[in-house]
Protein backbone atom coordinates (compact mmCIF):
# COMPACT_ATOMS: atom_id res chain seq x y z
CA UNK A 1 0.00 0.00 0.00
CA UNK A 2 3.30 2.55 -0.49
CA UNK A 3 1.06 4.43 -3.00
CA UNK A 4 -1.77 5.51 -0.10
CA UNK A 5 1.11 7.97 1.08
CA UNK A 6 -0.04 11.51 1.71
CA UNK A 7 2.65 14.38 0.66
CA UNK A 8 4.11 16.12 3.60
CA UNK A 9 3.38 19.54 1.31
CA UNK A 10 -0.14 18.99 1.27
CA UNK A 11 -0.72 17.45 4.94
CA UNK A 12 0.79 20.46 6.15
CA UNK A 13 -1.67 22.85 4.30
CA UNK A 14 -4.43 20.80 5.95
CA UNK A 15 -6.08 21.68 9.27
CA UNK A 16 -8.14 18.98 9.19
CA UNK A 17 -7.09 16.39 12.41
CA UNK A 18 -8.31 13.24 13.77
CA UNK A 19 -7.67 10.93 10.37
CA UNK A 20 -4.87 8.47 10.16
CA UNK A 21 -2.31 8.52 7.19
CA UNK A 22 0.41 7.16 5.95
CA UNK A 23 3.75 9.32 5.39
CA UNK A 24 6.88 8.62 3.97
CA UNK A 25 10.11 10.49 3.70
CA UNK A 26 13.18 10.79 5.07
CA UNK A 27 14.57 11.84 8.80
CA UNK A 28 16.25 14.98 8.66
CA UNK A 29 16.48 15.01 12.93
CA UNK A 30 15.70 12.82 15.68
CA UNK A 31 14.93 14.95 18.97
CA UNK A 32 14.41 13.98 22.49
CA UNK A 33 14.19 9.87 21.14
CA UNK A 34 10.35 11.26 20.38
CA UNK A 35 10.38 14.31 17.65
CA UNK A 36 11.18 13.59 14.04
CA UNK A 37 11.63 16.08 11.82
CA UNK A 38 10.24 13.97 8.40
CA UNK A 39 11.18 15.67 5.13
CA UNK A 40 10.22 14.03 1.51
CA UNK A 41 11.50 16.78 -1.17
CA UNK A 42 7.59 18.21 -1.76
CA UNK A 43 8.18 21.59 0.41
CA UNK A 44 11.52 22.29 2.73
CA UNK A 45 9.11 22.20 5.40
CA UNK A 46 9.43 19.26 7.55
CA UNK A 47 6.47 17.10 9.35
CA UNK A 48 6.95 16.33 13.12
CA UNK A 49 6.51 12.97 13.79
CA UNK A 50 5.49 12.37 17.27
CA UNK A 51 6.47 8.68 18.82
CA UNK A 52 5.10 8.23 22.61
CA UNK A 53 7.34 6.71 25.09
CA UNK A 54 6.71 3.07 24.51
CA UNK A 55 5.98 3.09 21.21
CA UNK A 56 9.29 2.24 20.16
CA UNK A 57 12.04 -0.63 21.37
CA UNK A 58 15.18 0.54 22.09
CA UNK A 59 17.17 -1.20 18.64
CA UNK A 60 14.28 1.04 16.36
CA UNK A 61 15.05 4.25 18.02
CA UNK A 62 18.74 3.65 17.68
CA UNK A 63 17.83 3.59 13.57
CA UNK A 64 16.23 6.55 13.27
CA UNK A 65 18.97 8.53 11.97
CA UNK A 66 19.50 11.72 9.70
CA UNK A 67 18.93 10.28 6.33
CA UNK A 68 16.85 7.35 7.26
CA UNK A 69 13.93 6.28 5.63
CA UNK A 70 10.62 6.01 6.95
CA UNK A 71 7.22 4.84 6.33
CA UNK A 72 4.87 6.45 9.30
CA UNK A 73 1.08 5.09 9.81
CA UNK A 74 -0.58 7.47 12.67
CA UNK A 75 -3.32 9.87 13.50
CA UNK A 76 -3.03 13.20 12.05
CA UNK A 77 -3.47 15.85 15.37
CA UNK A 78 -2.69 19.86 15.93
CA UNK A 79 0.40 20.52 16.90
CA UNK A 80 1.83 22.57 19.52
CA UNK A 81 5.03 23.43 18.09
CA UNK A 82 5.16 26.40 16.01
CA UNK A 83 5.06 27.22 12.25
CA UNK A 84 3.08 23.91 11.77
CA UNK A 85 -0.41 23.34 12.40
CA UNK A 86 -0.73 19.82 12.50
CA UNK A 87 1.63 16.53 12.95
CA UNK A 88 1.86 12.93 13.04
CA UNK A 89 1.31 11.21 16.09
CA UNK A 90 2.59 7.33 14.88
CA UNK A 91 1.03 4.53 15.67
CA UNK A 92 3.41 2.35 13.49
CA UNK A 93 6.87 3.22 12.84
CA UNK A 94 9.20 1.43 9.88
CA UNK A 95 12.53 2.00 8.92
CA UNK A 96 12.82 1.35 5.16
CA UNK A 97 16.19 1.91 4.76
CA UNK A 98 19.11 2.76 7.92
CA UNK A 99 21.27 5.80 7.46
CA UNK A 100 24.76 5.11 9.68
CA UNK A 101 25.14 8.28 11.72
CA UNK A 102 28.95 8.21 11.11
CA UNK A 103 28.93 7.99 7.60
CA UNK A 104 26.04 9.90 6.56
CA UNK A 105 28.05 13.18 5.12
CA UNK A 106 24.73 15.27 5.25
CA UNK A 107 24.73 16.52 9.05
CA UNK A 108 21.84 18.67 10.40
CA UNK A 109 23.77 21.76 10.46
CA UNK A 110 24.97 24.38 7.67
CA UNK A 111 27.19 23.20 4.64
CA UNK A 112 29.18 25.00 2.02
CA UNK A 113 27.79 24.81 -1.41
CA UNK A 114 31.24 23.72 -2.46
CA UNK A 115 31.32 20.85 -0.08
CA UNK A 116 27.70 19.82 -1.59
CA UNK A 117 29.17 20.18 -5.14
CA UNK A 118 31.50 16.97 -3.67
CA UNK A 119 28.16 15.58 -2.55
CA UNK A 120 25.98 16.16 -5.64
CA UNK A 121 24.30 12.77 -5.39
CA UNK A 122 23.11 13.79 -1.81
CA UNK A 123 22.38 17.41 -2.02
CA UNK A 124 18.95 17.05 -3.20
CA UNK A 125 18.32 16.43 0.54
CA UNK A 126 18.88 19.84 1.77
CA UNK A 127 17.03 23.00 2.05
CA UNK A 128 19.03 24.95 -0.49
CA UNK A 129 18.54 22.50 -3.78
CA UNK A 130 14.94 21.43 -2.34
CA UNK A 131 14.46 24.67 -3.27
CA UNK A 132 16.93 24.95 -6.53
CA UNK A 133 15.30 22.24 -8.08
CA UNK A 134 11.55 22.73 -7.32
CA UNK A 135 12.46 25.88 -9.18
CA UNK A 136 14.05 24.68 -11.93
CA UNK A 137 11.31 22.60 -12.47
CA UNK A 138 8.54 24.78 -11.93
CA UNK A 139 10.54 26.89 -14.52
CA UNK A 140 10.78 24.19 -17.07
CA UNK A 141 7.26 23.59 -17.03
CA UNK A 142 6.03 27.84 -16.65
CA UNK A 143 8.40 27.32 -20.29
CA UNK A 144 6.19 25.11 -21.80
CA UNK A 145 2.95 26.34 -20.72
CA UNK A 146 4.13 30.01 -21.86
CA UNK A 147 4.90 28.72 -25.55
CA UNK A 148 2.00 26.10 -25.74
CA UNK A 149 -0.40 29.19 -25.04
CA UNK A 150 0.74 30.89 -27.92
CA UNK A 151 0.61 28.07 -30.10
CA UNK A 152 3.76 27.08 -30.82
CA UNK A 153 5.41 23.78 -31.86
CA UNK A 154 7.85 22.59 -29.59
CA UNK A 155 10.39 20.81 -31.74
CA UNK A 156 12.72 18.49 -30.74
CA UNK A 157 15.80 19.17 -33.19
CA UNK A 158 18.88 16.87 -33.38
CA UNK A 159 21.77 16.42 -30.68
CA UNK A 160 24.34 14.94 -33.12
CA UNK A 161 24.66 17.62 -35.92
CA UNK A 162 26.95 17.98 -38.80
CA UNK A 163 26.67 21.63 -38.79
CA UNK A 164 28.09 24.26 -36.53
CA UNK A 165 25.59 27.03 -36.02
CA UNK A 166 28.30 29.81 -34.76
CA UNK A 167 31.23 28.41 -37.24
CA UNK A 168 33.54 28.26 -34.87
CA UNK A 169 35.45 25.44 -32.67
CA UNK A 170 34.72 24.46 -29.49
CA UNK A 171 32.44 21.42 -30.01
CA UNK A 172 32.69 18.22 -28.70
CA UNK A 173 32.97 15.44 -31.68
CA UNK A 174 31.38 12.40 -32.19
CA UNK A 175 32.93 9.62 -33.43
CA UNK A 176 33.25 5.73 -33.45
CA UNK A 177 36.54 5.96 -35.44
CA UNK A 178 39.21 4.31 -32.92
CA UNK A 179 41.74 6.62 -31.08
CA UNK A 180 44.66 4.55 -30.86
CA UNK A 181 46.06 6.14 -34.03
CA UNK A 182 44.59 3.18 -36.16
CA UNK A 183 41.33 5.32 -37.41
CA UNK A 184 41.66 5.19 -41.33
CA UNK A 185 43.19 7.98 -43.33
CA UNK A 186 42.49 9.67 -46.47
CA UNK A 187 45.25 9.88 -49.38
CA UNK A 188 46.63 13.03 -47.76
CA UNK A 189 46.38 11.82 -44.01
CA UNK A 190 43.93 13.04 -42.93
CA UNK A 191 40.83 10.83 -40.68
CA UNK A 192 38.60 9.54 -43.43
CA UNK A 193 35.37 10.66 -41.72
CA UNK A 194 33.22 8.89 -44.45
CA UNK A 195 34.62 5.52 -43.03
CA UNK A 196 32.87 7.05 -39.62
CA UNK A 197 29.34 6.01 -38.08
CA UNK A 198 27.68 8.76 -39.77
CA UNK A 199 30.16 9.15 -43.05
CA UNK A 200 30.65 12.33 -42.35
CA UNK A 201 32.36 14.94 -39.43
CA UNK A 202 29.89 14.97 -36.77
CA UNK A 203 29.47 16.65 -33.31
CA UNK A 204 27.24 17.15 -30.57
CA UNK A 205 25.07 20.57 -30.96
CA UNK A 206 25.69 23.81 -29.78
CA UNK A 207 22.78 25.29 -31.03
CA UNK A 208 19.29 24.26 -32.66
CA UNK A 209 18.85 27.45 -33.92
CA UNK A 210 19.03 26.23 -37.69
CA UNK A 211 17.04 23.17 -37.55
CA UNK A 212 14.54 25.61 -35.52
CA UNK A 213 14.43 28.04 -38.84
CA UNK A 214 13.37 25.44 -40.91
CA UNK A 215 10.53 24.64 -38.60
CA UNK A 216 9.74 28.27 -38.25
CA UNK A 217 9.51 28.12 -42.10
CA UNK A 218 6.50 25.98 -42.12
CA UNK A 219 4.57 26.36 -38.44
CA UNK A 220 5.56 30.02 -38.03
CA UNK A 221 6.10 29.61 -34.65
CA UNK A 222 7.93 26.92 -32.91
CA UNK A 223 10.69 26.74 -30.02
CA UNK A 224 13.07 24.05 -28.97
CA UNK A 225 13.85 23.33 -25.00
CA UNK A 226 16.79 20.60 -25.07
CA UNK A 227 20.49 20.24 -24.20
CA UNK A 228 23.64 21.81 -25.65
CA UNK A 229 27.13 21.39 -25.51
CA UNK A 230 30.26 23.55 -25.76
CA UNK A 231 33.57 22.49 -25.60
CA UNK A 232 35.00 25.69 -24.27
CA UNK A 233 37.07 26.17 -21.64
CA UNK A 234 35.87 28.36 -19.68
CA UNK A 235 35.97 27.92 -16.13
CA UNK A 236 33.46 30.70 -14.96
CA UNK A 237 30.66 30.67 -12.68
CA UNK A 238 28.04 30.96 -15.62
CA UNK A 239 29.58 28.01 -18.46
CA UNK A 240 28.99 24.90 -18.31
CA UNK A 241 29.96 21.93 -21.39
CA UNK A 242 26.36 21.11 -21.28
CA UNK A 243 23.49 23.49 -20.57
CA UNK A 244 19.96 23.45 -21.68
CA UNK A 245 18.87 26.04 -24.06
CA UNK A 246 15.38 27.70 -25.07
CA UNK A 247 15.48 28.68 -28.70
CA UNK A 248 11.82 29.91 -30.22
CA UNK A 249 12.24 31.09 -33.76
CA UNK A 250 9.12 32.93 -34.90
CA UNK A 251 8.26 33.73 -38.70
CA UNK A 252 7.32 37.07 -39.67
CA UNK A 253 9.36 38.55 -36.74
CA UNK A 254 11.63 41.48 -36.53
CA UNK A 255 14.10 42.52 -34.27
CA UNK A 256 11.58 44.31 -32.11
CA UNK A 257 9.30 41.55 -31.98
CA UNK A 258 11.87 39.34 -31.06
CA UNK A 259 13.11 41.74 -28.01
CA UNK A 260 8.80 42.08 -27.22
CA UNK A 261 8.76 38.18 -27.43
CA UNK A 262 11.51 37.80 -24.99
CA UNK A 263 11.19 39.99 -22.62
CA UNK A 264 7.79 39.09 -21.89
CA UNK A 265 8.57 35.45 -21.66
CA UNK A 266 11.48 36.00 -18.90
CA UNK A 267 8.33 38.27 -16.95
CA UNK A 268 6.04 35.56 -17.74
CA UNK A 269 8.92 32.82 -16.00
CA UNK A 270 9.68 35.20 -13.12
CA UNK A 271 6.42 35.27 -12.34
CA UNK A 272 5.16 31.86 -12.44
CA UNK A 273 7.93 30.86 -10.09
CA UNK A 274 6.42 34.04 -7.38
CA UNK A 275 3.26 32.35 -7.95
CA UNK A 276 3.72 29.04 -7.72
CA UNK A 277 6.85 28.66 -5.35
CA UNK A 278 6.68 31.40 -3.18
CA UNK A 279 7.86 29.23 -0.34
CA UNK A 280 11.21 28.26 -1.86
CA UNK A 281 12.01 31.89 -2.84
CA UNK A 282 10.97 33.38 0.49
CA UNK A 283 13.91 30.53 1.48
CA UNK A 284 16.26 31.35 -1.13
CA UNK A 285 15.68 35.12 -0.64
CA UNK A 286 16.66 34.38 3.63
CA UNK A 287 19.99 32.40 2.45
CA UNK A 288 20.70 34.99 0.10
CA UNK A 289 20.75 37.77 2.51
CA UNK A 290 22.77 35.81 5.20
CA UNK A 291 25.04 35.66 2.50
CA UNK A 292 25.43 38.83 1.71
CA UNK A 293 25.85 39.76 5.54
CA UNK A 294 28.97 37.66 5.23
CA UNK A 295 30.55 40.32 2.31
CA UNK A 296 32.06 43.46 2.78
CA UNK A 297 29.28 47.01 2.56
CA UNK A 298 30.46 47.61 -0.63
CA UNK A 299 30.20 44.58 -2.46
CA UNK A 300 26.61 43.48 -0.98
CA UNK A 301 23.81 43.62 -3.78
CA UNK A 302 21.51 46.56 -3.65
CA UNK A 303 18.25 44.37 -3.85
CA UNK A 304 17.02 41.11 -2.09
CA UNK A 305 16.14 38.12 -4.74
CA UNK A 306 12.70 38.89 -4.32
CA UNK A 307 12.90 42.76 -4.50
CA UNK A 308 15.35 42.09 -7.75
CA UNK A 309 12.55 39.62 -9.45
CA UNK A 310 9.43 42.06 -8.05
CA UNK A 311 11.60 44.92 -10.05
CA UNK A 312 11.96 43.20 -13.01
CA UNK A 313 8.50 41.54 -13.53
CA UNK A 314 7.52 45.05 -12.96
CA UNK A 315 9.42 47.44 -15.16
CA UNK A 316 10.65 47.51 -18.75
CA UNK A 317 13.82 46.14 -19.73
CA UNK A 318 16.38 49.18 -21.21
CA UNK A 319 16.62 48.91 -24.58
CA UNK A 320 19.78 50.25 -26.07
CA UNK A 321 21.89 50.07 -29.04
CA UNK A 322 25.62 48.48 -29.25
CA UNK A 323 27.07 52.34 -30.46
CA UNK A 324 25.16 53.82 -27.03
CA UNK A 325 26.25 50.76 -24.94
CA UNK A 326 30.29 51.76 -26.75
CA UNK A 327 30.07 55.65 -25.98
CA UNK A 328 28.02 54.67 -22.06
CA UNK A 329 31.33 52.74 -21.13
CA UNK A 330 33.90 55.43 -22.58
CA UNK A 331 31.86 57.99 -20.81
CA UNK A 332 31.85 56.20 -17.60
CA UNK A 333 33.59 57.05 -14.49
CA UNK A 334 34.95 53.40 -14.49
CA UNK A 335 36.82 53.51 -17.98
CA UNK A 336 38.46 56.98 -17.07
CA UNK A 337 39.80 55.41 -13.82
CA UNK A 338 41.16 52.84 -15.98
CA UNK A 339 39.37 50.29 -14.24
CA UNK A 340 38.48 48.04 -16.82
CA UNK A 341 40.45 45.12 -17.35
CA UNK A 342 39.61 44.78 -21.56
CA UNK A 343 40.00 47.97 -23.66
CA UNK A 344 36.81 49.95 -25.07
CA UNK A 345 36.84 50.93 -28.71
CA UNK A 346 33.06 50.71 -31.40
CA UNK A 347 34.48 47.34 -32.58
CA UNK A 348 34.86 45.65 -29.49
CA UNK A 349 33.44 41.93 -28.33
CA UNK A 350 32.22 43.53 -24.58
CA UNK A 351 33.88 41.34 -22.02
CA UNK A 352 31.87 40.42 -19.26
CA UNK A 353 33.14 43.37 -16.74
CA UNK A 354 31.69 45.85 -19.45
CA UNK A 355 28.10 43.80 -19.76
CA UNK A 356 28.13 43.84 -16.15
CA UNK A 357 28.72 47.58 -15.44
CA UNK A 358 25.79 48.59 -18.18
CA UNK A 359 23.40 46.47 -15.74
CA UNK A 360 24.53 46.95 -12.80
CA UNK A 361 26.38 50.49 -12.23
CA UNK A 362 24.86 52.00 -14.82
CA UNK A 363 20.84 50.91 -15.44
CA UNK A 364 20.44 48.61 -12.38
CA UNK A 365 17.98 46.86 -14.20
CA UNK A 366 17.78 44.07 -17.46
CA UNK A 367 19.43 45.71 -20.47
CA UNK A 368 18.67 45.02 -24.07
CA UNK A 369 21.72 45.51 -26.50
CA UNK A 370 20.77 45.67 -30.63
CA UNK A 371 22.71 46.26 -33.31
CA UNK A 372 25.84 44.91 -32.98
CA UNK A 373 29.00 44.81 -35.29
CA UNK A 374 28.54 42.33 -37.85
CA UNK A 375 32.23 41.27 -37.93
CA UNK A 376 31.78 39.66 -34.01
CA UNK A 377 28.20 38.12 -34.89
CA UNK A 378 27.13 35.18 -36.65
CA UNK A 379 26.81 34.74 -40.44
CA UNK A 380 22.65 34.43 -40.04
CA UNK A 381 22.25 37.33 -38.42
CA UNK A 382 20.65 40.15 -40.41
CA UNK A 383 22.72 43.08 -42.14
CA UNK A 384 21.28 46.25 -40.99
CA UNK A 385 20.46 48.23 -44.15
CA UNK A 386 21.89 51.71 -44.76
CA UNK A 387 25.21 51.40 -42.35
CA UNK A 388 28.25 53.28 -43.23
CA UNK A 389 30.99 51.39 -44.84
CA UNK A 390 33.54 49.59 -42.50
CA UNK A 391 30.50 49.81 -39.18
CA UNK A 392 27.90 47.75 -40.22
CA UNK A 393 25.77 46.53 -37.75
CA UNK A 394 23.38 43.13 -37.80
CA UNK A 395 20.14 43.00 -36.22
CA UNK A 396 21.45 41.47 -32.67
CA UNK A 397 20.10 41.95 -29.55
CA UNK A 398 21.58 40.35 -26.27
CA UNK A 399 19.40 40.36 -22.83
CA UNK A 400 21.99 41.29 -19.80
CA UNK A 401 20.90 40.48 -16.67
CA UNK A 402 22.01 41.49 -13.17
CA UNK A 403 24.44 39.04 -11.80
CA UNK A 404 24.59 37.23 -14.76
CA UNK A 405 25.67 38.99 -17.66
CA UNK A 406 24.19 37.64 -20.67
CA UNK A 407 21.05 35.56 -20.66
CA UNK A 408 19.64 35.59 -23.87
CA UNK A 409 21.49 36.26 -27.46
CA UNK A 410 19.18 36.50 -30.68
CA UNK A 411 18.31 37.73 -33.81
CA UNK A 412 16.48 38.83 -36.82
CA UNK A 413 17.90 36.42 -39.49
CA UNK A 414 19.02 36.99 -42.54
CA UNK A 415 16.07 35.99 -45.24
CA UNK A 416 17.55 37.72 -48.31
CA UNK A 417 19.17 34.50 -49.84
CA UNK A 418 22.17 36.58 -51.85
CA UNK A 419 23.20 38.98 -48.63
CA UNK A 420 23.39 35.60 -46.46
CA UNK A 421 25.67 33.29 -49.26
CA UNK A 422 27.41 36.63 -49.08
CA UNK A 423 28.02 36.35 -45.58
CA UNK A 424 28.97 32.94 -45.50
CA UNK A 425 31.40 33.04 -48.13
CA UNK A 426 32.36 36.24 -45.70
CA UNK A 427 32.98 33.74 -43.43
CA UNK A 428 34.43 30.69 -45.12
CA UNK A 429 31.20 28.42 -44.14
CA UNK A 430 31.07 25.62 -47.43
CA UNK A 431 27.87 26.98 -48.81
CA UNK A 432 26.93 23.65 -50.73
CA UNK A 433 26.68 21.59 -47.48
CA UNK A 434 24.55 24.15 -46.22
CA UNK A 435 22.12 23.84 -49.21
CA UNK A 436 19.39 22.41 -46.99
CA UNK A 437 19.40 25.56 -44.58
CA UNK A 438 19.80 27.75 -47.66
CA UNK A 439 16.68 25.84 -49.10
CA UNK A 440 14.69 28.13 -46.91
CA UNK A 441 15.57 31.41 -48.32
CA UNK A 442 15.06 29.84 -51.63
CA UNK A 443 11.55 28.48 -51.52
CA UNK A 444 9.15 31.42 -49.39
CA UNK A 445 11.46 32.74 -47.49
CA UNK A 446 10.36 35.46 -44.91
CA UNK A 447 11.74 37.80 -42.12
CA UNK A 448 12.08 35.80 -39.07
CA UNK A 449 13.82 36.05 -35.84
CA UNK A 450 14.75 34.39 -32.91
CA UNK A 451 16.74 33.91 -29.49
CA UNK A 452 18.27 31.54 -27.78
CA UNK A 453 18.18 31.62 -23.56
CA UNK A 454 20.39 29.78 -21.22
CA UNK A 455 17.76 27.56 -18.88
CA UNK A 456 20.72 27.65 -16.29
CA UNK A 457 21.34 31.46 -16.47
CA UNK A 458 17.54 31.78 -16.22
CA UNK A 459 17.28 29.26 -12.67
CA UNK A 460 20.55 31.59 -11.66
CA UNK A 461 18.75 34.50 -12.26
CA UNK A 462 15.28 32.97 -10.25
CA UNK A 463 17.12 31.57 -7.31
CA UNK A 464 20.07 33.71 -6.68
CA UNK A 465 22.45 31.37 -6.87
CA UNK A 466 25.61 32.80 -7.74
CA UNK A 467 27.46 29.27 -9.32
CA UNK A 468 25.83 27.57 -12.25
CA UNK A 469 27.27 24.51 -11.36
CA UNK A 470 24.57 24.68 -8.31
CA UNK A 471 21.69 24.77 -10.69
CA UNK A 472 22.05 21.64 -12.62
CA UNK A 473 21.93 18.48 -11.01
CA UNK A 474 24.85 17.09 -11.99
CA UNK A 475 27.41 19.33 -13.80
CA UNK A 476 30.04 19.18 -16.25
CA UNK A 477 32.21 21.52 -16.68
CA UNK A 478 36.16 21.07 -17.71
CA UNK A 479 37.71 18.09 -15.98
CA UNK A 480 34.80 17.36 -14.19
CA UNK A 481 32.22 14.29 -15.14
CA UNK A 482 31.43 13.06 -11.75
CA UNK A 483 27.98 11.15 -11.40
P1 LIG B 1 28.76 33.85 -23.47
O1 LIG B 1 29.31 35.07 -24.16
O2 LIG B 1 28.23 34.11 -22.10
O3 LIG B 1 29.69 32.68 -23.54
P2 LIG B 1 27.45 33.15 -25.91
O4 LIG B 1 27.53 34.44 -26.62
O5 LIG B 1 28.41 32.09 -26.24
O6 LIG B 1 27.47 33.43 -24.33
P3 LIG B 1 25.05 32.25 -27.27
O7 LIG B 1 25.85 31.45 -28.24
O8 LIG B 1 24.37 33.46 -27.75
O9 LIG B 1 25.95 32.61 -26.01
O10 LIG B 1 23.99 31.27 -26.54
C1 LIG B 1 22.70 31.70 -26.13
C2 LIG B 1 22.54 31.64 -24.63
O11 LIG B 1 22.96 30.39 -24.10
C3 LIG B 1 23.41 32.65 -23.88
O12 LIG B 1 22.79 33.89 -23.85
C4 LIG B 1 23.50 32.02 -22.52
O13 LIG B 1 22.32 32.29 -21.77
C5 LIG B 1 23.52 30.54 -22.82
N1 LIG B 1 24.88 29.98 -22.80
C6 LIG B 1 25.84 30.11 -23.74
N2 LIG B 1 26.94 29.41 -23.44
C7 LIG B 1 26.68 28.81 -22.25
C8 LIG B 1 27.41 27.92 -21.41
N3 LIG B 1 28.64 27.51 -21.74
N4 LIG B 1 26.83 27.48 -20.27
C9 LIG B 1 25.59 27.88 -19.95
N5 LIG B 1 24.83 28.70 -20.69
C10 LIG B 1 25.36 29.17 -21.84
MN1 LIG C 1 30.14 31.43 -25.16
Redesign the pocket.
Known sequence: MFNKRIKVKDLLQTEQTGHEVTVMGWVRTFRNNQFIALNDGSTNNNLQVVTELGLLDDATIKRITTGASLKVVGEVVPSLGKGQKVEVKARTLEILGDSDAEKYPLQPKKHSLEFLREKAHLRFRTNTFGSVFRLRHALAFAIHQFFNEKGFVYLHTPIITASDA?GAGEMFRVTTLPIDGTAPRTADGSIDFAEDFFGKSTNLT??GQLEGELGAMAFSDIYTFGP?F?A?N?NTT????E?W?IEPEVAFNDIEDNMNLAEEFIQYLIRYAMEHNMEDLEFLDARLAEEEKAKPQNERAEFGLLEKLKFVVDNQFERITYTEAIQILLDSPHYKKKKFKYDVSWGIDMQ?EHERYLVEKHFKKPVIVTGYPAAIKAFYMRLNDGCEPGKETVAAM??LAPGI??????SQREERLDKLEQRMKDFHIPVEEMSWYLDTRRFGSVPHAG????F???VQFVTGMTN?RDVIAFARTPKNCEF
Not at 451 to 454: R, T, V
Open positions: EVSTRESRHLAFMSDIGEIVGGFGLGERMI
